[in-house]
Structures are given as C-alpha cells and as structure tokens.
C-alpha cells in the first residue's frame, strides 16, 4: 500500500480495521496512522490505535478530526466526500 500510494512517509496512510492484531497492530508495526473500529465496545488497554469509534457511520468525522489535528489542509472536503463516495457503497457496508 504505501508503494502504491506513493506517500513519503507511511505515517500519512490512515489503516481503519476492526481487529486490533492484524489490523491496527501491523499497521502501526510499519508507521500507519490507525483507526480501530471497536463494535463490540471490548476493552483492550493498549490498543495502540490513534483513534476508536464504535460505528462504522462515525468514519467521516473521526477522520476528518484526526486530518484537523495533523494539520492536513484538505480536511474540510473529507466529510462531503466520503458522503458522495458512500452512496456508492452497497447497503450492507454502509
């Protein structure tokens, strides 16, 4: 992924998965900025994501607001984005 993003630094890839081993675990083995989607609401101390959120519906924001907190300056456009690109997803994802 980050060949193909063509980042310089991985720390600019934002990994969102549910699993906190494989998904949020490995990303941030190789430098990724997380976001654990934590459905269950399960406990997990060092979870080590930089953000959690328990709905998948939250995404759009919580992303926008870690954009804001790294400075990004194209963070006001991601909400509507995401909201065009949603639509295009089928239902049972959205």
Known sequence: VIELT??????????IGDSIYSDIGGARSVGMRT???N???AEAAEH???LVVRCVAD?????????KALGCSNAASTNADAAKDNDALPAEIT
């Open 35 to 37: 976001i654990w989607v």
């Open 39 to 41: 459905r269950s609401g």
């Open 6 to 15: 063509k980042v310089d630094h991985p720390s600019e890839i934002c990994h």
């Open 59 to 67: 995404l759009p924001t919580t992303v926008e607001e870690l954009m």
């Open 48 to 50: 080590g994501a930089d």
